[in-house]
Nanobody, 125 residues
Framework: VQLQASGGGLAQAGGYLRLSCAAS????????MGWFRQAPGKEREFVAA????????DYGDSVKGRFTISRDNAKNTVYLQMNSLKPEDTAVYYC???????????????????WGQGTEVTVSS
């Protein structure tokens, strides 16, 4: 199983970036997908998640209204559109996959079985 995150980089405050997470070795309809982030010296933070069929999404409070998660199961890829970026969005962003039939909530990182290597996002003021 491999989750390959990409799309990170440097953006100005108020700008946008689009992250992608290409999965291989997993069947998309068997997994919910999520994005987490971790800034230096801080705990890993839930950003967004999407159900196996895209019918349900959830967002962390700090990104609601600015970020949008989506997925294309035909391409086995998940996206995170990040608009109105703020300096506090600076972090390494990780995509993760959790089994569809597991219990628990989207926000709990311990429920995710597979993790990508992360892509770094830096937002300048």
């Amino acid at each position: 199983v491999q989750l390959q995150a990409s799309g990170g980089g440097l953006a100005q405050a108020g700008g946008y970036l689009r992250l992608s997470c290409a999965a291989s070795g997993i069947t998309p309809i068997s997994y919910h997908m999520g994005w987490f982030r971790q800034a230096p010296g801080k705990e890993r933070e839930f950003v967004a998640a999407i159900s196996w069929n895209g019918g349900s999404t959830d967002y962390g409070d700090s990104v609601k209204g600015r970020f949008t998660i989506s997925r294309d199961n035909a391409k086995n890829t998940v996206y995170l559109q990040m608009n109105s970026l703020k300096p506090e969005d600076t972090a390494v962003y990780y995509c993760a996959a959790r089994m569809r039939f597991n219990g628990g909530t989207f926000v709990d990182p311990s429920q995710y079985r597979y993790w990508g290597q992360g892509t770094e996002v830096t937002v300048s003021s």
